[in-house]
């Protein structure tokens, strides 16, 4: 008999792109909302609540998995980022997600620093690595004799002071774009570059970064912050080309979709044994 799991919400495409891996083994409804003040609150709340009968995953601590646990059961909570990272501490929200953490059957963390984040409350939290898609983020085959670099817009930090001008004094450019990219051209459009600029205050790589890692980049990244001139110096077709390797067998190694959506199914087993 195929277990019937209910997968609430998402966060940029994880779900979706894991879910065509896992449905040969389960009997899966994906529930989607937007960020639609409606759509958030009364609409996700009617969803749930006429949802069937299963096993429920859902992906944030907020209002998605308060209303789950009241109105159906939270079995496993997935957690992105945020909701840890500011909303936890805040005084507004932070006592639904502290409880939604809680009161979860599994909780589930997709970035490695969220794991001393959780630890007082979870510690029985189990890390789910970001899963890339590496055949849709293929290797990029050519790189430009002068490296052309790409980042974007964050809502949370901006970018390191001199970090523009640096990139300007060893004749690099850099594109910088806000995040309203359609998901299904950011592989083209990463592969037009060789350089990725990611976060530097938070101590893992975003999931955009770990594309762009996947697709042959070179990334200046939170590892770089404290001689971040230095490493854009050394920025040229040659060493792009072999830190954009290195970058794709990391991505193999540790963020393989299918590798990932293995690791959700047994968890996700072990739920419904439980």
């Not at 809502?155 to 300007?168: A, D, N």
């Not at 077709?237 to 959700?264: F, P």
């Amino acid at each position: 008999m195929i277990e019937k799991v209910i997968v609430i919400n998402d966060c940029a495409f994880v779900m979706e792109q894991l879910i065509p891996f896992l449905s040969k083994d389960f009997d899966i409804d994906f529930v989607k909302r937007s960020r639609g003040k409606w759509s958030k609150t009364f609409g996700i709340l009617w969803k749930i609540y006429k949802s069937k009968e299963g096993m429920f995953h859902v992906n944030y601590g907020l209002q998605d998995a308060f209303l789950t646990r009241k109105i159906k059961h939270l079995d496993v909570l997935h957690l992105h980022g945020s909701d840890v990272r500011w909303t936890l501490h805040s005084k507004k929200w932070g006592w639904i997600v502290r409880h939604n953490i809680q009161k979860a059957k599994k909780v589930l963390y997709s970035t490695p620093d969220l794991e001393t984040l959780l630890d007082d409350i979870r510690s029985d939290a189990t890390y789910l690595p970001v899963p890339v898609d590496t055949e849709i983020f293929s290797l990029k085959q050519n790189y430009s004799e002068k490296p052309k670099a790409i980042t974007f817009v964050l809502p949370y930090e901006q970018l390191p002071k001199g970090l523009c001008e640096t990139f300007i004094k060893v004749g690099i450019p850099l594109t910088i774009l806000q995040r309203n990219i359609p998901f299904g051209l950011m592989p083209t459009l990463l592969r037009e570059y060789d350089i990725f600029v990611d976060r530097f205050t938070i101590p893992s790589f975003s999931k955009t970064c770990l594309e762009a890692m996947s697709c042959g980049l070179a990334t200046v990244d939170f590892r770089h912050e404290a001689n971040i001139e230095t490493i854009v110096s050394t920025l040229n077709s040659c060493v792009c080309r072999n830190a954009g390797r290195k970058n794709r067998q990391y991505v193999m190694d540790n963020h393989q979709i299918k590798d990932v959506a293995e690791q959700l199914k047994r968890i996700w087993k072990s739920v419904i044994e439980s």
